[in-house]
């Protein structure tokens, strides 16, 4: 169901790393490609999808990589959280699972936090939720104009995470965070680039192969000074950040135990199964 | 005195709370609507107006409102403070008034860096001075195309407020805030939504229409989802919005009493005598 | 070698300050200009130059100037730091030198993180590493459209200085500021506005003319309105600037005795010797 354009050439058997069930992880050129690779369901985040990721950056930050890549399979760079992830719990479960959630996605978005070397997003198709939120912790955003970026948290009576609500108004200021993160307004990839979430914005019939030419060009660049320079940029708010994401995990564990919550998910399901 | 196209529908009565005599102040579809309506004198912000935009916040903080919305009467959004807040002193008291100047415009700073719910600011004309500077307090700004946004501080031997020497700076970077708060550039509302203090800008002619429909239908949205994910992303930095607006209110109060300021305003009411 | 349009007129010989040997410094209308005058090495940066900006802006912070200006004599502002200052020094002082290089630029940048009046750098042609990265320090940045604005650290094995691992992700936001600080991209003139590191840009026939028109208008606002408006405004980060300033120039001076960097630079010499 991809398009010619965007989709992922095929990696060779040989580059690619075994043990991973949703991705497929490759490295070339001193660059390690995460692809989500569940082009099916849009790429939505399941509960295996956060772990084998958090398993994939910690390979890649102790790899002999320079940059490491995360992209997605097909049409789609990822829906965001898989919302069937709230419906498998029996009703005497749910405290305890909103607990393992929160611990769950604290510990995914602390993974980006620390993450050591350049991580480059390379967002091949539409983005939603927390594969939106989580950009501004990464230092290259490049987006196909295919791209759009949606965050729709209010209509599901939830609220920011990803460090959302630190990062976005950093970038762009409040009025413009406030239409994204309170309000739900989907951007295109080209209002997301003129508010400085997004690095560049290519034509979709390129975008591989100009973002692949100018990522190997990078990966060549001094090993060390790159890594030092991150890691001096990242640090000065490194603290802040891993403050801003237990509070924001903290919030969303109440909210998902909410009626309001529980009611907007449902509906959306309903909605969906009449399609 | 006010265009067609920007001057508000006359609210009806029965909606129309009682007790202001600088405001009007309606609620309608989960919505607060707080304006400004001293026309003639293009939305000044007397001591009584100051007061009552306390007041009329404080009470939008508790109704069952979704959204709260701070708007203008007339062709102009606000010119700001009025200057005849400066004239009516006399020289004895000069250092009292000062003291409790500085009190008044803390406190109703405050109020908006404190309020609870999703702030909208329908920038129906020009704006200037403190109707500009506490923008930075608000969610989301929506301009008609002939709003102006002018800080001309320096020229009346003033200094910023409204926590404008934090926010503005975060908003838009120094090399853009500082031709706006310390040499009082006045901006177009398309240099200032392009520059991130403005949400979205309106063409004058359908700039009512246009944001009162996406207001309603945003007011519709998972109220408490909402305003939970307003505090948290405000509550991130209440503590230093606060230090900053005790800051900026001590150096005004010594700016007031200046030579420098006396003879800036001296001479604004002179200028404005002989036209 | 200067274009007609962006040369610097000639300083009448009784404004000009005595005692500079890489600058020219003059007071006139209420502004102190300093000019960077070395333009037969594109105003590249030696220890002699440094401190004698730092003495010229010790100066100016005492003189009856209301604005003071950075700019640069001929085609270049600047190339930015002379990489000759690696060049001079005997293999067994390297750790001596590297040293004291940290702390020349430490002190370097402090001057301007503490400099009490308004700071504008008048960017009359390309800018290259620390003549960029410390324009996040300044108040306004006027840019000739022939202006570009460059800082290749990792390319030289460094790593980014000048504050500006903290003011260009604060101004521009982490996937524009990466882009510069990391992997070396090249911005325009009207790219480096765009992303609000620059004021505003001007044709280069006219860049002098409007530049300076300007300045001499905004030179007669209130001076202490003007200073202490700066002032308010630049305390609120000032302690976190002087702590990133030390941390940078940390990083630095081990970079400065990496392989990587002595390699980097070698290679640079050995390239700039078959040109």
Redesign the interface.
Known sequence: SSSDSSSQVKPETDRKQPGYETLVVTSEDSITKIMMNRPAKKNALTIQMYREIMLALEAASKDDSTIIVLTGNGDYYSSGNDLMNFMNTPPGEMEKEAKNGAILLRDFVGCFIDFPK?LVAVINGPAVGISVTI??L????YASDRATFHTP????????EGCS???F???????????M????KKLTAREACA??????VFPDSTFQKEVWTRLKA?SK??????H???Q??R??EKEKLHA?NA??NS?LQE?WL?D??MN?VMSFFSRKAKL
């Open positions: 350049p950009l501004g990464f230092d290259l955003v948290f209010t209509h599901l009576g939830q609220s920011p609500s630190y990062t108004p950093k970038i762009m200021g409040q009025a413009k965070a406030a239409e993160l309170m309000f739900g508010q400085g979430l997004v690095t560049e990078y660049l001094p090993r060390n000074a790159l030092i320079s991150k001096s940029i640090n000065l801003v509070e924001e919030v909210r909410s309001e919550c907007a």
